[in-house]
């Protein structure tokens, strides 16, 4: 690995992802961090897409429709968590943004500070969109990265809250904004009338919850046969997301009595481009509607089901947004509260080419420096031994952060094992999504009865 202090035109890059939103995420995130000052002597960015193996590892379609992140998914391979951090070990990378769930951030955070490396990268990361949930979990599985992003002025106060709380270190907590926002704002056109509801793999989760919420939908379309309905979707069914979906709604709207009205209609593909149509945009919790917001549409944000932590719709209160299908039948639109928009990070008043700056300037003064210390986690064998063990193992990692034996195939074995492992680990998705969106829900309908 070259030192720090040898000049290079080229800044080596790897995001490390586990599923398709958060390789949009990591990706971006790598591209904003690594822009430079636009002087030709600023390095050139080189980045290296990594998918750690697991259930909701990307596929290609997925990977497509994530939008343009500026990098070739024919470059983007498939690693283990053992791989990765021996990537990490021969390719000599400048910064790693670690685009992963808390659990697996904290084990190649101890992976790699067991490297020992003369020059390790700086590592960052950080959330896909709002964090309404397991906030002190998540954010001490993430403590020890150089850089931790925080989606909001709103967020970076609480972070700092929690490390500071628990006698952690929260210099790495950088504010900057929601990931996802872009496009031209919020245009109406003559004749144009479409409202879209912003569906989730996992909120709500029962089935009662979900047809009731499509069956609403669908009486939406019927009310107003001049309106285009549109039910954006994360996934088809078969795939996985970030979040398990047992229930598709394609499903249940396969079932639905009296058919689908001719207005209505199920649509896939990147949110930025269905919301360049989208004149009303509707959703439980998604954090499409922060995109909404950032481009001026009108957002709604549903309590037919209550206004809950599990929903994830309490994250919206003091917004202005919230309502209900009754009200939107009738014609209502919300009207966002100026105040409450101005800390969650969505730059509606048109900050938002600025909102990395911060984080650009962290990391550029990380890299000027000629060696980083390893990476210290808050937790250790000595401050977590009854959960830190586990969280490595999941990853065959030990609890020193160093490969458990046999985690690391022989590479000259590699290839006919590689390919024997990816015939087995393709079954194997498969019949765990059977069992996920077939098996599970019979197992607790059976439990009902």
Known sequence: MPPRTEKTTTLRVAVLADSDTRWKWGALTARRLTTGDGSASAPRAEISGLLLRGRATPTPRQLAEVGDVGIDTDRVREVTAVEFLHTVRDE???????????????????????LRLPARPVVVTGYVGVVYEKLADGLLLRHGADVVLANSRHDAERFRDVYEGVGADASAVTEAALPFLGGAPHAPEQGRDTVVFAAQPSVPASRADR?????????????????DVLLKL???????????????????????????????????????EVL???????TVSSTAALESLHRRIPTAVLTDLGVRETLGNHHFVGSGLLTSWDHLDGGAH????????????????????????????????????????????????????????????????????????????PREAGRVRGAVREAVRDAARGAYRHGVQRVAPVIRRMGEL
């Open 92 to 114: 000599g990378y400048d910064l790693v943004v670690l685009a992963l769930v808390g659990g697996a951030v904290q084990a190649m955070l101890h992976g790699l500070a067991a």
């Open 211 to 227: 047809t009731y919420l499509l069956r609403r939908l669908v009486e939406h379309a019927r009310l107003h046969p001049g309106r």
């Open 234 to 272: 994360r996934s088809k069914p078969g795939e996985h997301t970030t979040h398990i979906e047992e229930l598709p709604y394609q499903r249940l709207a396969e079932r639905l009595p009296g058919g689908l009205p001719p207005n209505f209609r199920l649509v896939y593909g990147h949110m930025g």
């Open 276 to 282: 360049d149509r989208t004149d009303l945009l509707v």
């Open 334 to 409: 919300p009207v966002p509260d100026a105040e409450w928009l101005a800390g969650q990070g969505v730059a509606a008043d048109g900050t938002y080419a600025t909102a990395y700056d911060t984080a650009r300037t962290r990391v550029a003064a990380l890299l000027a420096q000629d060696r980083l210390p390893d990476p210290a986690p808050y937790y250790t064998p000595a401050t977590a031994p009854g959960y830190l063990p586990g969280i490595l193992a999941r990853h065959h990692l030990a609890p020193d952060g160093h490969p458990l034996p046999g985690a690391a195939a």
